[in-house]
């Protein structure tokens, strides 16, 4: 038995859960969110408190407990608390700017880089370098926050490009000048 499954998931204040068949539907101040339940797992909204269990005729339910508790826990405190992401540009000249929806980065490249933040997700610029990444669904965010870092990921040498903020880039020793004789 997981012991991450067998745990309640407390709802906020706000919140409503609907539930169809297996689609559960999450809502709440900050959006809303729907999650296809796999086969074998069951949720049942009980007061202010959401159960997972599992069905013991299907194997791979029990695999997949704690993992579906988690999503409905993360989708629970997306929409009612939202999520937050991030990132720093390291480097001389190195910015970035909002323009609507969509962030506006010069990385060292000949050109500056458009990347159009998907619905759901907010951003905002401070200070020209660092981005803060806003939304209720924590893995559309986290993987936004990747595709950002991607387009200039930090070198080792100098630990310039996109980081995530408090991110420990291990850097590298550069060239050795040639040695006397």
């Given at each position: 038995?997981?012991?991450?499954?067998?745990t309640p998931i407390?709802?906020?204040s706000g919140v409503k859960i609907d539930i169809k068949g297996q689609l559960l539907k999450v809502e709440g101040?900050?959006?809303?969110?729907?999650?296809?339940?796999?086969?074998g797992i069951t949720v049942k909204v009980e007061?202010?408190?959401?159960?997972v269990t599992r069905n013991e005729g299907v194997a791979?339910?029990?695999?997949?407990?704690?993992?579906?508790?988690?999503?409905i826990h993360n989708m629970v405190t997306g929409v009612s608390t939202g999520f937050t992401r991030e990132l720093d540009i390291v480097g001389v000249g190195y910015r970035a700017a909002m323009k609507g929806?969509?962030?506006?980065?010069?990385?060292?490249?000949?050109?500056p880089?458009?990347?159009k933040l998907p619905e759901g997700i907010q951003g905002k610029v401070d200070a020209?370098?660092?981005?803060?990444?806003?939304?209720?669904d924590k893995q559309l965010l986290g993987l936004t926050a990747d595709k950002i870092r991607g387009v200039k990921p930090p070198e080792p040498y100098q630990g310039k490009g996109i980081r995530y903020t408090n991110e420990h880039i291990i850097r590298k020793a550069g060239k050795a000048a040639a040695g006397a004789k």
């Open positions: 038995m997981s012991r991450v499954g067998k407390k709802v906020a101040p900050k959006g809303k969110l729907s999650f296809d339940l796999p086969k007061g202010a408190e959401i159960k791979a339910a029990g695999a997949l407990q704690g993992v579906v508790r988690t999503q929806n969509v962030l506006s980065m010069t990385v060292g490249y000949s050109h880089v458009d990347f020209n370098t660092h981005v803060v990444l806003t939304g209720a």
